[in-house]
């Protein structure tokens, strides 16, 4: 007669495994947060510096003044079009698209047909912030976009 060994798992392995599984998990998590946070805030970065280089651009395109306005975490470019402000392309919220909270030294920049940032007494720094994560994006006088700020 034949016995057969019985299939499966203990109750005991498969503890060890939940165990096992929590453990690593518990390691893994906040290196990951942290990761994501970091991601948001280059994306964020990156949107920010689109955003001054596409009101720049509207002004040298159109030879009129455009603006770049911050508010609150919406960042719009508008144009001038015979005395009234007309956006150019779509409103970027920083918060509902990257969980991000702007700051900016001012809240407007107008670039004039040249492309320079006019009505600047220094450069213009926007801050970018996510958790412990914080970058930072400068427009000079002269239009230039920097990542290192020299403030």
Do not use: H, W
Request: aromatic share 4%.
């Amino acid at each position: 007669m034949r016995t057969t060994q019985p299939r499966g798992f203990t109750l005991v392995e498969i503890l060890v495994v939940v165990v096992l599984i929590g453990i690593i998990t518990a390691i893994g998590v906040p290196g990951v947060q942290s990761a994501i946070q970091a991601v948001a805030v280059r994306a964020a970065k990156q949107e920010i510096r689109m955003a001054v280089s596409r009101a720049r651009t509207t002004a040298v395109q159109r030879s009129g003044a455009a603006q770049l306005a911050v508010t609150g975490n919406v960042v719009a470019v508008t144009r001038d079009s015979a005395g009234t402000q007309v956006r150019s392309g779509s409103a970027a919220d920083f918060y509902s698209d990257y969980k991000v909270t702007l700051t900016a030294t001012n809240s407007t920049i107008t670039f004039g047909p040249r492309g320079y940032a006019a009505g600047l007494n220094s450069e213009q720094k926007f801050t970018l912030a996510r958790a412990s994560k914080r970058d930072s994006v400068c427009v000079s006088r002269l239009g230039r976009i920097m990542v290192r700020c020299s403030t």
